[in-house]
């Protein structure tokens, strides 16, 4: 395989464009050898093994990729200590990262601790050895996205500097400092890169040396393309799209449109009632990644940059999972741990000004009579942010982003009476204080 240079025009600040008119078929076969080894591999799993049955055994050949059930993020994390006593002894290291849940039930992912790198800049190359890259993403906690970037630029020759976030009290002092050093690439998440660019635009602040955005972990949304388009107008946007348990999936090249990803030959893509759903079959794969659903909407087209090889077009999100402040949550873990407050009877999630910068969550809760209301609501907050410990690292950066409050009543909808655990609000007043 050839390696692919970003050889497109750099036009990715500019207006997600319309995915070529040229589709691929939805749903592919898989070689038969790799099926056959696939499946030899997850059968040998004693969480998964039950829903091979009588499908391993067959010969190469009588069994096709659709006869295989469509795996769960749930049964991929059930399975994790089994995928970890397989990893013992291969050949190669394993990180263990998180995907979200919490820390009595966390969902992992168990990935090589090359973490495909090498085989990823075969096909793509954000970076030469004369690029400094300044890291944005959080480390630590499980958190997988600064380690996949200091190994990206390390393989690339590139110097690094794996800073994490910023709040913005601090901001103009770490530019400073990055410019120093010339810094000429970044890596973020979209509302990262927006935050950051904002800042500079607001303040008057002259940007270090960036001519390259790398982005990965949500969709380059219209918040981010229009503040990158009046900011940085040249800018040469990568993306990678995928998952905690799949890995890289997809690549996109300043020439693509921000939705569109070219799919890794390693990577097996279907489109199954909408859904994207992934087959992993590098042999350095440790995931039971066989028919995985990765929880976004997509369809197999291909790629208005002109590159001829397949490529798969996001269309939004098809699980209960919600972005907030640039990581994917399940609103009934922060309700479960909520609710394990004991004075706790119920809960409502309400989301305002969602997906903007200054996006906020309230935790509104109902308690028992006679509770002090600002003790239960101080000791389910501290609750919830361990529990759910993603969200209690993103909140150690932004805390005013989150709150619990003590309310009289929940809001329900009058016209089907049901009382929905997420709210999406412009103000979030709608809820009745208890004070």
């Known amino acids: 395989m050839t390696l692919a240079h970003p050889d497109g025009a750099p036009a990715s600040a500019s207006a997600p464009r319309p995915a070529g008119s040229g589709e691929w078929t939805q749903t592919r076969e898989l070689p038969a050898e790799d099926l056959h080894r696939l499946l030899a591999e997850v059968s040998r799993l004693p969480r ?37 006593l397989q990893a013992r002894g ?7 990262y998180g995907s979200g849940g919490t820390t009595s039930a966390p969902r992992l992912s168990l990935v090589p601790t090359s973490m495909f790198v090498p085989e990823i800049l075969r096909h793509w190359s954000p970076l030469s050895p004369r690029d400094v890259l300044v890291n944005f993403n959080t480390p630590g906690r499980l958190w997988s996205s600064h380690n996949f970037f200091n190994m990206l630029a390390h393989h690339s020759g590139a110097v690094t500097i794996p800073l994490g976030s910023v709040e913005r009290h601090e901001m103009a002092d770490w530019l400073d400092f990055v410019d120093r050093l010339g810094a000429t690439a970044l890596d973020a998440t979209p509302s990262q890169i927006a935050h950051i660019l904002e800042f500079c635009e607001s303040t008057g602040r002259p940007l270090p040396g960036f001519r390259t955005l790398l982005w990965t972990g949500e969709a380059y949304g219209a918040r981010a393309a229009e503040v990158t388009r009046r900011v940085m107008p040249d800018a040469r946007l990568h993306g990678v799209y995928g998952s905690t348990e799949t890995w890289v999936v997809g690549l996109n090249w300043p020439s693509c ?13 279907e489109i199954v009632d909408g859904a994207v759903v992934v087959t992993n079959t590098h042999p350095e794969r440790l995931n039971p990644i066989l028919r995985y659903r990765v929880g976004d909407l997509g369809r197999l087209t291909t790629c208005a940059c002109g590159r001829p090889d ?7 999100r098809d699980d209960p999972q919600l972005k907030f402040v640039s990581i994917l949550l399940m609103p009934a873990d922060i309700a479960d741990a909520a609710r394990s407050v004991e004075e706790v009877r119920d809960v409502q999630i309400a989301l305002t000004r969602h997906g903007r910068p200054d996006e906020h969550m309230e935790v509104r809760i109902l308690v028992r009579s006679g509770t002090d209301h600002a003790d239960v609501e101080r000791r389910v907050r501290d609750r919830v942010l361990t529990r759910v410990y993603r969200l209690g ?3 150690a950066s932004t805390p005013d982003s989150f709150a619990v409050r003590v309310v009289n009543q929940l809001v329900v909808n009058p016209r089907t009476h049901k009382t929905a655990l997420v709210l999406k609000t412009d103000q979030g007043t709608s809820a009745h204080s208890a004070r």
């Open 393 to 395: 690292w993103a909140v």
């Open 257 to 269: 449109p921000v939705d569109t990803f070219h799919v890794l030959p390693y990577q097996h893509v």
């Open 310 to 316: 397949r490529a798969l077009r996001l269309l939004g």
């Open 48 to 84: 998964l093994r039950h829903l091979y049955q009588g499908l391993a055994e067959r010969p190469a050949g009588s069994v096709r990729l659709a006869d295989l059930p469509v795996l769960t993020k749930e049964q991929i994390s059930d399975a994790l200590e089994d995928v970890v």
């Open 90 to 96: 291969r050949g190669h290291g394993a990180y263990v």
